[in-house]
């Protein structure tokens, strides 16, 4: 909902952003990862049978999204990407949280799979066709990986949550998802309620801090400030990488300019 009320960078800077560095990416994916089989493991605040089964499919999610997200970069686009990699790995984690600890293998594989293609779809394919999703200039794409992904396993808890997990993890008469049968419509309909609901809250409460804000300083800079970037406002470059830390300089360096290697 930022991203709407900004609104998007200048042309030329969305035409062209490469990563600054997918070493770093990789890294930081991999401490993620790890970082979140604690986040759902720890859900039950037990070392449990409900905590393994989280770090479980956890991981059996994340690994099949990765590798279905890598598959759909080969088919369509006829090379695997490292940062499309990664995008798979945060949809498959994302999805798996809310069911973690109450879904079996066979349904975390489902939801890797679902994982991996649904986001892939909205973010690679759909984006780019909606004149909407357009004006939101999502760089990370957290939309996709975290919006669209989180919603997807909400809903999938609520279609295959398995009733003697959910009890395990925590007692509810007849908790359990429309897969089996019972009750399990209706929670599929609470899913579906808590979804909206909570795409509804951030749409108003994130408009109204928006605007509370623009009320005291401009959300977006003018057009001339967006041209120079960083400098024009702070008077300093984030990524100072040319030559011996001089700033950027188009004279000299060119739009597309590589940092040549340092020989000592």
Same mark, same amino acid.
């Given at each position: 909902?930022?991203?709407?009320?900004?609104?998007?960078?200048?042309?030329?800077?969305?035409?062209?952003?490469?990563?600054?560095?997918?070493?770093?990416?990789?890294?930081?994916?991999?401490?993620?990862?790890?970082?979140?089989?604690?986040?759902?493991?720890?859900?039950?605040?037990?070392?449990?049978?409900?905590?393994?089964?989280?770090?479980?499919?956890?991981?059996?999610?994340?690994?099949?999204?990765?590798?279905?997200?890598?598959?759909?970069?080969?088919?369509?686009?006829?090379?695997?990407?490292?940062? +499309? @990699?990664?995008? &798979?790995?945060?949809? !498959?984690?994302?999805?798996?949280?809310?069911? %973690? =600890?109450?879904?079996?293998?066979? *349904?975390?594989?489902?939801?890797?799979?679902?994982?991996?293609?649904?986001?892939?779809?909205?973010?690679?394919?759909?984006?780019?066709?909606?004149?909407?999703?357009?004006?939101?200039?999502?760089?990370?794409?957290?939309?996709?990986?975290?919006?669209?992904?989180?919603?997807?396993?909400?809903?999938?808890?609520?279609?295959?949550?398995?009733?003697?997990?959910?009890?395990?993890?925590?007692?509810?008469?007849?908790?359990? +998802? @429309?897969?089996? &049968?019972?009750?399990? !419509?209706?929670?599929?309909?609470?899913?579906? %309620? =808590?979804?909206?609901?909570?795409? *509804?809250?951030?749409?108003?409460?994130?408009?109204?801090?928006?605007?509370?804000?623009?009320?005291?300083?401009?959300?977006?800079?003018?057009?001339?400030?967006?041209?120079?970037?960083?400098?024009?406002?702070?008077?300093?470059?984030?990524?100072?990488?040319?030559?011996?830390?001089?700033?950027?300089?188009?004279?000299?360096?060119?739009?597309?300019?590589?940092?040549?290697?340092?020989?000592?």
């Amino acid at each position: 909902m930022c991203g709407w009320q900004v609104g998007p960078r200048a042309q030329k800077d969305r035409e062209r952003f490469p990563p600054n560095n997918i070493l770093f990416t990789l890294t930081g994916a991999g401490l993620l990862w790890m970082g979140w089989a604690g986040f759902n493991g720890g859900g039950p605040y037990a070392a449990n049978s409900v905590a393994s089964m989280a770090v479980l499919n956890t991981n059996i999610c994340t690994a099949m999204s990765l590798i279905v997200w890598t598959c759909l970069d080969v088919i369509f686009f006829k090379k695997p990407s490292v940062v +499309g @990699a990664v995008q &798979g790995m945060i949809t !498959g984690l994302v999805c798996i949280t809310p069911a %973690a =600890g109450v879904v079996q293998g066979w *349904a975390a594989l489902v939801m890797g799979v679902l994982a991996g293609s649904i986001p892939w779809y909205t973010m690679m394919i759909l984006h780019k066709r909606s004149k909407i999703l357009q004006r939101v200039d999502d760089t990370l794409g957290v939309f996709h990986t975290h919006g669209v992904a989180g919603l997807l396993g909400g809903l999938l808890t609520g279609l295959f949550a398995e009733p003697t997990l959910c009890n395990l993890f925590l007692p509810v008469a007849d908790s359990r +998802g @429309a897969f089996y &049968g019972g009750a399990g !419509g209706a929670q599929f309909g609470k899913q579906i %309620a =808590g979804g909206l609901f909570v795409v *509804a809250w951030n749409v108003a409460v994130t408009s109204l801090i928006c605007l509370a804000i623009n009320l005291l300083v401009p959300l977006r800079m003018p057009d001339d400030k967006l041209e120079v970037g960083d400098d024009a406002v702070h008077g300093e470059e984030a990524y100072a990488l040319w030559g011996d830390g001089e700033m950027y300089d188009v004279t000299k360096h060119g739009s597309d300019a590589a940092v040549a290697p340092v020989v000592v």
